[in-house]
């Protein structure tokens, strides 16, 4: 496959100005939708066939997000294209001052195996909804959701628009090495590093959607019924390969007996069996066994069972786990819970602090000063109080890590910042313009100009508005 011949027609196509009309762009989302619509039953069938994951959870987990926003741009994509009009300082006076939404270019979005349609489709409706064109790759891991993704969209797309390409390593090094004019990658912190030094190389733009170790903290003052089962529904969705599941759970001593016994209990009230139409199988034979491998079958309180032709691992919690264990070491990605226990809750924020930042972070408590603690002291990507997972499903808030979790973000408007330029613009008059910026500069002008910025700052005009 030529890549660099979609490429360029990408780029010829985009610098046709036709992708940056808003009602193309409307259209093209429309399209897009009805896609969607007209073939769920295809994507349910390929999605159950890569990794036994169920209709209902693709629709709750990733196409109702889907359509969401697609909706969120059919009903603000008119406002959010429109230039901006901000305030002008002093020394731009008498003009204007805009800022327009620029369409970059030619995007390449490459996406992770554990929710195949929702991280690749996310990003190319921000990517059209911005006026740009895309090459898609999604990952190549579950590959009836690949072929699928490429046979709805290839077919009812110009390819000099948008295209997606099936592959995996060498395909996407093929990819990386086209100037494109931004890179919106989802996947591990160590491909993360390979695409941003690609990325550098031609100094493109990135946004990297990685992941990490997210913990769960309950403290003694949560509700612990809530908490159990907010608890047992993020860690084992989508069999525990979810990038913002919470990894480890930190609980504080004196209430673990009891949480740990309602975990237990709703895990066994939602039978997560083998062949569980709501249970998800793990991607693939690799990291089944690395799954395994990082647990102490001596610590397991519950589960433990697994099943390597359907690649079945039973939800499973480990007690008395420490720091040091090789649970701890890397992101678990898979349905395995570690439960450590704290009794100063000071030193647990200074822990995850001293860790690499997190995709995300969720707290159980009802103590006001706890919660401040947490939001003021701890760095994470994005998390919630008292339930997981749930701030992904609002376009108001930005998606995204932060250190080793990713840089950048999306959803909603926030996606449609990423995958445009904000171009600031000053519109002057011809008239009415002060001399002191231009030569020659004089003591005289320096005093009176010197004399002009000290009043107005006593009237609590800031210094940097005049000087530009
Ligand atoms: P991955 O990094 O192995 O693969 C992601 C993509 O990169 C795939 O499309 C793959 O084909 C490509 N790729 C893999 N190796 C490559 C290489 N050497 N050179 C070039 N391209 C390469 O990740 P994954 O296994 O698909 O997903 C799991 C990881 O993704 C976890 O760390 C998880 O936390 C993270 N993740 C993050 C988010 C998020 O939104 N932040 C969402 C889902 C997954």
């Known amino acids: 496959m030529d890549f660099n011949k979609i490429f360029q027609s990408q780029k010829e196509l985009f610098n046709s100005h036709q992708t940056k009309d808003v009602a193309f762009r409307k259209e093209t989302l429309k399209k897009l939708k009805k896609i969607i619509k007209d073939n769920e039953n295809r994507l349910y069938e390929a999605i159950y066939k890569d990794f036994r ?100 969209i290839n077919p009812n797309f110009p390819s000099n628009y948008i295209y997606v390409v099936e592959g995996g390593i060498t395909e996407t090094t093929e990819l990386l090495k086209l100037r494109y004019d931004k890179i919106f990658f989802t996947g591990s912190p160590k491909v993360g590093k390979i695409v941003y030094e690609a990325a550098a190389k031609n100094l493109v733009p990135v946004v990297l959607e990685l992941g990490g170790k997210s913990p769960a903290i309950v403290t003694r003052t949560a509700n612990l019924e809530v908490a159990a089962k907010r608890l047992i529904w993020g860690k ?39 062949g569980a139409e709501h249970y998800t199988s793990i991607i693939n034979k690799r990291n089944f066994d690395r799954i395994l491998g990082l647990v102490d079958k001596s610590q397991i309180v519950y589960g433990g069972a697994s099943n390597e032709k359907t690649l079945y691992i039973e939800p499973t919690i480990l007690d008395n786990v420490s720091w040091e264990d090789a649970v701890m070491q890397e992101e678990i990605f898979g349905p395995v819970f570690p439960v450590l226990s704290f009794t100063d809750y000071d030193e647990i924020l200074q822990k995850i602090i001293e860790g690499e930042k997190p995709l995300a972070a969720y707290l159980f408590t009802k103590n006001k000063e706890e919660k401040d603690k947490l939001l003021k002291l701890v760095s994470f990507g994005g998390g919630c109080i008292n339930d997981t997972l749930m701030h992904i499903t609002s376009d108001y808030l930005p998606f995204g890590g932060i250190g080793n979790s990713g840089i950048g973000n999306y959803h909603g408007e926030f996606g449609f910042l990423s995958f445009s330029h904000q171009k600031s613009v000053v519109e002057k ?40």
């Open 429 to 468: 008059t011809n008239w009415g313009e002060p001399n002191w910026k231009y030569p020659p500069y004089t003591n005289k002008k320096m005093k009176r100009l010197k004399k002009i910025l000290f009043s107005l700052l006593l009237y609590g005009i800031p210094l940097p508005m005049i000087l530009l």
């Open 236 to 274: 084992f969705l989508n069999g525990g390969q979810t990038c913002i599941a919470p990894d480890y759970l930190l609980v504080e001593e004196s209430v673990k007996p009891e949480l740990l016994q309602l975990m237990k209990e709703k895990l066994k009230e939602i039978n997560y069996s083998d």
């Open 53 to 152: 994951k169920s209709a209902f959870d693709t629709f709750l987990n990733e196409l109702s997000l889907v359509y969401n926003e697609l909706d969120f741009f059919l009903t603000n994509l008119d406002r959010l294209a429109q230039p901006k009009r901000v305030k002008t300082t002093l020394s731009l006076q008498p003009g204007k001052s805009h800022i327009y939404y620029d369409p970059l270019g030619v995007m390449l979005v490459i996406g992770a195996w554990n929710y195949p349609y929702l991280l690749t489709l996310i990003p190319l409706i921000s990517s059209i909804a911005a006026g740009n064109t895309c090459m898609v790759k999604p990952s190549e891991l579950p590959e009836n959701t690949m072929h699928v993704l490429s046979e709805l």
